[in-house]
């Protein structure tokens, strides 16, 4: 299925690019353009580092122009595999305000996608502007900054004029960036009484002390709005220009700029002057640590944790295709069952599945969601309403195959009929120990959600969590060796999904491919889940069992910010158990050991900076 590919053009200047150009360039400037691609859902731009967002959530606000650039047939996952390799050219610290900026990320974007270059009086004006008097002068201090520049200065008559146009990228901030607070941008103050409020009462402050006659000062503006609002709540950033707040800029002694200064709890951390990118960065970062003292995990050494998978335990063969579809076609009632059309779409699903689990075994381009006709998914629900509980587990391992492809996992996660919540609710209600099969594959489906970002978030969303904590309470404990062994895995699954979650709440700069962080899960929710791993723990005598679950106790506890789930697993006497399952040699082979060992250090680690910080 074609996927709509669209430019968005923002103008990072709010209109002042218009109106004020002229007097400051020598030229006419339509805006100061910034642009980012949106596809698959999400909007992926180059700041720092590559990143995306729900499409116009940035701190850019809405475009000022959306430019349909075609339609795309490259599917998700290779699109995603590009980002990866893209990482690698367009990292933070690569970004060259003339060369290598937010408009060059979206050209290679587009061009991969739909074989088109975006406009091109976007991508060629940072050659342009250095035509300009204005930007030969600029040339030697944006060089000093960011190194030497690809393009070369076209020798002009004298006297000619520029060509009317706009000037690229974030690079355009360099002569108009100092512009106003907009959207997207840190506010000024001009009030000393509202600065000094704002300094004591926010834990980490960043000040910069611009003039509306400094050069420099323009080329540091957007990089310091998009490093400061990149950060979140972890700092709070003032811009002041002290030609139109004197009295701030005396108070706090301020002779040259761009000046910056820093201020932790209050008090001053820290200053410098001057232009210097990677200063600026490396100061912000100290502060923000400073601010924000380090996990005590993360002064652990713990090799065993680090060496572990951050990728979900899958059920992907699909090599029982034929044989599942014939038994499914023997449950089926023969009275007011499908129809001839219903079969036809049946068989279709059903070759689909082949092609594709021939594409994965000989390398070849798998088949289209075209191939899998129009109403697959309307059908797989009426067969679940005609099927006896017993009887669906052909069914629901036919979901699981499905939804190994991203895009068929994306319509579950946008599922207005919860069909993956019904299913679990379903196991949970049931009695397991009969219907093996059923909650088995139903495991399994649960454990193939977390193939894709999108779905995995969803099943441990508000809207579907508490189904899948009571799928997995229910079957940790099962007497059935399998059900365990798949309910250990889908535990494992949700600890990495926590963990990576976690790990993006502190990391603003790495982008989210996953349609957003998970919400805030409950602490009976982590309560409950914990409760029932550590019960399953002590209960197993398999070591890959325990290993699994383990993983998922590091997972869920490591770097929590409460310490309440260490506190609750130490409470039931993890560390002991752990320790007893040593000693009978259930657990021996050394990298379970070392894990368990690791685990133990975490609770401990954890249960005392949490009875330090209550003495406090």
Same mark, same amino acid.
């Given at each position: 299925?074609?996927?709509?590919?669209?430019?968005?053009?923002?103008?990072?200047?709010?209109?002042?690019?218009?109106?004020?150009?002229?007097?400051?360039?020598?030229?006419?400037?339509?805006?100061?353009?910034?642009?980012?691609?949106?596809?698959?859902?999400?909007?992926?731009?180059?700041? =720092?580092?590559?990143?995306?967002?729900?499409?116009?959530?940035?701190?850019?606000?809405?475009?000022?122009?959306?430019?349909?650039?075609?339609?795309?047939?490259?599917?998700?996952?290779?699109?995603?595999?590009?980002?990866?390799?893209?990482?690698?050219?367009?990292?933070?610290?690569?970004?060259?305000?003339?060369?290598?900026?937010?408009?060059?990320?979206?050209?290679?974007?587009? =061009?991969?996608?739909?074989?088109?270059?975006?406009?091109?009086?976007?991508?060629?004006?940072?050659?342009?502007?250095?035509?300009?008097?204005?930007?030969?002068?600029?040339?030697?201090?944006?060089?000093?900054?960011?190194?030497?520049?690809?393009?070369?200065?076209?020798?002009?008559?004298?006297?000619?004029?520029?060509?009317?146009?706009?000037?690229?990228?974030?690079?355009?901030?360099?002569?108009?960036?100092?512009?106003?607070?907009?959207?997207?941008?840190?506010?000024?103050?001009?009030?000393?009484?509202?600065?000094?409020?704002?300094?004591?009462?926010?834990?980490?402050?960043?000040?910069?002390?611009?003039?509306?006659?400094?050069?420099?000062?323009?080329?540091?503006?957007?990089?310091?709005?998009?490093?400061?609002?990149?950060?979140?709540?972890?700092?709070?950033?003032?811009?002041?220009?002290?030609?139109?707040?004197?009295?701030?800029?005396?108070?706090?002694?301020?002779?040259?700029?761009?000046?910056?200064?820093?201020?932790?709890?209050?008090?001053?951390?820290?200053?410098?002057?001057?232009?210097?990118?990677?200063?600026?960065?490396?100061?912000?970062?100290?502060?923000?640590?400073?601010?924000?003292?380090?996990?005590?995990?993360?002064?652990?050494?713990?090799?065993?944790?680090?060496?572990?998978?951050?990728?979900?335990?899958?059920?992907?063969?699909?090599?029982?295709?034929?044989?599942?579809?014939?038994?499914?076609?023997?449950?089926?009632?023969?009275?007011?069952?499908?129809?001839?059309?219903?079969?036809?779409?049946?068989?279709?699903?059903?070759?689909?599945?082949?092609?594709?689990?021939?594409?994965?075994?000989?390398?070849?381009?798998?088949?289209?969601?075209?191939?899998?006709?129009?109403?697959?998914?309307?059908?797989?629900?009426?067969?679940?309403?005609?099927?006896?509980?017993?009887?669906?587990?052909?069914?629901?391992?036919?979901?699981?195959?499905?939804?190994?492809?991203?895009?068929?996992?994306?319509?579950?996660?946008?599922?207005?009929?919860?069909?993956?919540?019904?299913?679990?609710?379903?196991?949970?209600?049931?009695?397991?120990?009969?219907?093996?099969?059923?909650?088995?594959?139903?495991?399994?489906?649960?454990?193939?959600?977390?193939?894709?970002?999108?779905?995995?978030?969803?099943?441990?969303?508000?809207?579907?969590?508490?189904?899948?904590?009571?799928?997995?309470?229910?079957?940790?404990?099962?007497?059935?060796?399998?059900?365990?062994?798949?309910?250990?895995?889908?535990?494992?699954?949700?600890?990495?999904?926590?963990?990576?979650?976690?790990?993006?709440?502190?990391?603003?700069?790495?982008?989210?491919?996953?349609?957003?962080?998970?919400?805030?899960?409950?602490?009976?929710?982590?309560?409950?889940?914990?409760?029932?791993?550590?019960?399953?723990?002590?209960?197993?005598?398999?070591?890959?069992?325990?290993?699994?679950?383990?993983?998922?106790?590091?997972?869920?506890?490591?770097?929590?910010?409460?310490?309440?789930?260490?506190?609750?697993?130490?409470?039931?006497?993890?560390?002991?158990?752990?320790?007893?399952?040593?000693?009978?040699?259930?657990?021996?082979?050394?990298?379970?050991?070392?894990?368990?060992?690791?685990?133990?250090?975490?609770?401990?680690?954890?249960?005392?900076?949490?009875?330090?910080?209550?003495?406090?």
């Amino acid at each position: 299925m074609a996927e709509k590919v669209t430019l968005f053009v923002y103008d990072l200047s709010q209109g002042m690019a218009r109106t004020m150009s002229l007097g400051l360039v020598g030229r006419h400037i339509d805006a100061i353009y910034h642009t980012s691609v949106v596809v698959f859902g999400r909007e992926f731009y180059y700041g =720092q580092g590559i990143m995306s967002a729900i499409p116009g959530t940035t701190m850019h606000g809405q475009p000022m122009e959306r430019i349909d650039m075609g339609e795309t047939e490259i599917p998700q996952e290779v699109f995603m595999e590009l980002m990866d390799n893209l990482r690698e050219t367009y990292t933070a610290d690569a970004y060259h305000l003339l060369d290598n900026n937010c408009n060059n990320f979206s050209n290679d974007v587009c =061009q991969f996608l739909v074989g088109k270059p975006i406009p091109s009086h976007i991508t060629s004006l940072p050659a342009d502007f250095l035509n300009t008097p204005f930007g030969q002068s600029m040339r030697p201090m944006i060089e000093g900054m960011f190194g030497p520049s690809r393009h070369t200065p076209s020798p002009r008559p004298i006297g000619s004029s520029p060509a009317p146009g706009a000037v690229s990228g974030v690079g355009a901030a360099a002569v108009l960036g100092a512009a106003t607070a907009g959207a997207g941008t840190v506010p000024f103050m001009t009030d000393l009484g509202q600065l000094q409020n704002t300094i004591r009462n926010n834990t980490a402050t960043v000040v910069y002390f611009t003039s509306a006659t400094c050069p420099p000062c323009r080329v540091i503006a957007p990089i310091f709005d998009e490093m400061v609002l990149s950060k979140g709540k972890q700092i709070v950033g003032v811009k002041v220009d002290i030609g139109m707040a004197q009295t701030i800029g005396r108070a706090y002694e301020i002779r040259s700029t761009p000046t910056f200064m820093f201020f932790l709890r209050g008090e001053k951390f820290s200053q410098f002057s001057g232009a210097d990118q990677a200063e600026l960065r490396s100061s912000i970062d100290l502060l923000i640590y400073s601010a924000h003292p380090a996990h005590p995990h993360a002064l652990l050494s713990l090799p065993n944790y680090q060496k572990l998978s951050g990728t979900p335990i899958l059920f992907s063969s699909l090599e029982s295709v034929d044989a599942l579809f014939t038994k499914l076609k023997t449950l089926l009632p023969t009275e007011n069952g499908l129809s001839e059309t219903e079969m036809k779409q049946l068989d279709k699903i059903h070759n689909w599945l082949k092609k594709r689990d021939a594409a994965k075994t000989n390398k070849t381009a798998e088949p289209t969601l075209g191939e899998l006709g129009a109403t697959w998914k309307p059908l797989l629900g009426k067969i679940i309403g005609l099927l006896p509980y017993d009887n669906q587990f052909p069914l629901i391992d036919i979901i699981r195959m499905l939804i190994l492809h991203n895009r068929i996992a994306e319509v579950y996660a946008k599922d207005g009929n919860m069909t993956l919540v019904h299913l679990f609710n379903a196991v949970a209600a049931k009695d397991n120990e009969s219907s093996k099969a059923v909650a088995l594959m139903t495991l399994r489906v649960a454990c193939n959600a977390f193939s894709s970002p999108l779905l995995g978030t969803y099943v441990l969303s508000s809207a579907a969590r508490e189904s899948t904590k009571q799928l997995l309470v229910t079957t940790l404990l099962s007497t059935v060796t399998q059900q365990r062994q798949t309910a250990a895995s889908l535990a494992f699954d949700i600890g990495v999904k926590i963990a990576e979650s976690r790990s993006k709440a502190t990391d603003t700069v790495t982008p989210s491919l996953s349609g957003g962080p998970l919400d805030d899960l409950e602490e009976d929710w982590n309560v409950e889940c914990l409760s029932a791993i550590v019960k399953a723990i002590e209960k197993e005598d398999s070591e890959e069992t325990i290993y699994r679950l383990v993983a998922s106790v590091a997972n869920f506890i490591y770097k929590e910010e409460s310490y309440s789930g260490a506190a609750l697993v130490n409470v039931l006497g993890l560390p002991e158990i752990i320790d007893n399952k040593i000693q009978i040699q259930v657990i021996k082979s050394a990298n379970v050991t070392g894990l368990c060992r690791e685990v133990q250090e975490m609770v401990r680690t954890a249960v005392a900076e949490q009875a330090k910080n209550d003495e406090a």
